[in-house]
């Protein structure tokens, strides 16, 4: 699966949540962001950065280091992902932002795990 990691433009967006136009809860702000990979190491590593912005409810960046290393005949995959928020997301307490922030990160590397096994015909357990 590491060779696996170029993945068509086209699937890129479906593991980032809330990317998927799916409707929001009433309340939840609306965020336009990006995206970027870089310090791409095959097969071993890379870092994702984002940015996204809020309007009244604030921006966050940040980013996630990487890792990929063999395990049997699959990948594993360890991540460590630091987050700054401002605005309105600031003063609801930084323990909440990380929670949030852990959680987002959560999702997308689940959907990425998901989506990688559909595209290469395996079924991933849940993580």
Do not use: C, W
Request: charged fraction near 25%; charge should be positive.
């Amino acid at each position: 699966m590491r060779a696996g990691l170029r993945i068509d433009r086209s699937h890129r967006r479906q593991p980032v949540p809330g990317a998927d136009g799916r409707a929001r809860r009433a309340g939840e702000p609306k965020f336009k962001g990006k995206l970027t990979l870089s310090d791409i190491q095959p097969p071993n590593s890379y870092s994702i950065s984002f940015e996204g912005q809020g309007g009244a409810a604030g921006f966050a960046k940040g980013g996630a280091q990487v890792r990929l290393s063999p395990q049997g005949e699959s990948t594993r995959l360890a991540y460590d992902v630091k987050a700054n928020v401002g605005g309105k997301l600031a003063q609801i307490g930084s323990r909440l932002v990380d929670a949030a922030a852990r959680k987002v990160a959560d999702d997308f590397f689940r959907n990425f795990n998901q989506k990688v096994g559909e595209l290469h015909g395996k079924s991933n357990p849940p993580a």
